[in-house]
């Protein structure tokens, strides 16, 4: 979707090393999921934002929403070869569903 | 732990036939979305129930696309003539609208992968 722009498209990272990417939007959100999917299966919800300035964590992942609810960061910290699949951003602009970025695609090598 | 459930998980089918897919969402939740996914893209709305009533559909969803949702439990998706563009990954949701905060994060099932010969 034009609306929710995500990056980068693909990701190579050792195993240990920290990681980020990037979800913007061409319109203020409502609320910002972040979802992970293995490939050919369904979307594994991680964390959801709504607050401008707001930040969660789970585990070893930190996700951020911007002030002014149009960007967010997805942060791995000391990746694991547990953390590799396709990472996508989905966007609530108040209209009942999501829009999705086209995904990050994340490879953890040893 | 009863998810969201889907069936069948993979079709393959000729072109011109109809298919059915099933989606059974968790329990409590109202809400029902259907998205369908290609390769290499994000999930694309496709419609959505609040209880047994239809409210929105995209105009992805060709006339050849009905979705169902009779008792406001499990729902129905059936594509009449496939056509080899059909060919994607469907994919369920459901959530729960009016419950407090938070709780209206869509969760989703593994999705019913479809190939159209």
């Known amino acids: 979707s034009q609306e929710l722009e995500q990056s980068p498209q693909s990701l190579i990272v050792q195993e240990g090393k920290n990681l980020t990417i990037n979800c913007t939007s061409s319109?203020?959100?409502?609320?910002l999921y972040w979802y992970k999917q293995k490939y050919g299966e369904g979307l594994i919800f991680l964390m959801m934002?709504?607050?401008?300035?707001e930040e969660k964590s789970h585990e070893k992942i930190t996700a951020k929403l911007d002030e002014k609810k149009q960007q967010s960061s997805l942060h791995i910290t000391a990746s694991q070869p547990s953390h590799a699949g396709i990472y996508l951003c989905g966007a609530d602009f108040g209209n009942e569903k999501l829009t999705f970025g086209t995904g990050t695609r994340l490879t953890i090598i040893p | 732990d009863t998810g969201v459930s889907q069936d069948p998980r993979h079709k393959i089918t000729k072109r011109g036939q109809n298919v059915t897919f099933r989606c059974d969402p968790i329990s409590e939740h109202n809400r029902l979305y259907w998205y369908r996914q290609t390769l290499g893209q994000g999930p694309e709305f496709l419609t959505y129930?609040?209880?047994?009533?239809?409210?929105?559909k995209s105009r992805l969803l060709s006339d050849r696309f009905s979705a169902e949702r009779p008792k406001g439990s499990f729902s129905t998706l059936e594509i009449q003539r496939t056509e080899q563009g059909d060919s994607a990954m469907y994919l369920c949701a459901s959530s729960l609208e009016g419950g407090a905060t938070g709780q209206e994060t869509q969760y989703f099932g593994p999705g019913t992968r479809l190939l159209v010969l």
């Open positions: 319109k203020t959100l409502y609320g």
């Open positions: 934002l709504q607050k401008g300035g």
């Open positions: 129930f609040q209880n047994e009533a239809q409210l929105e």
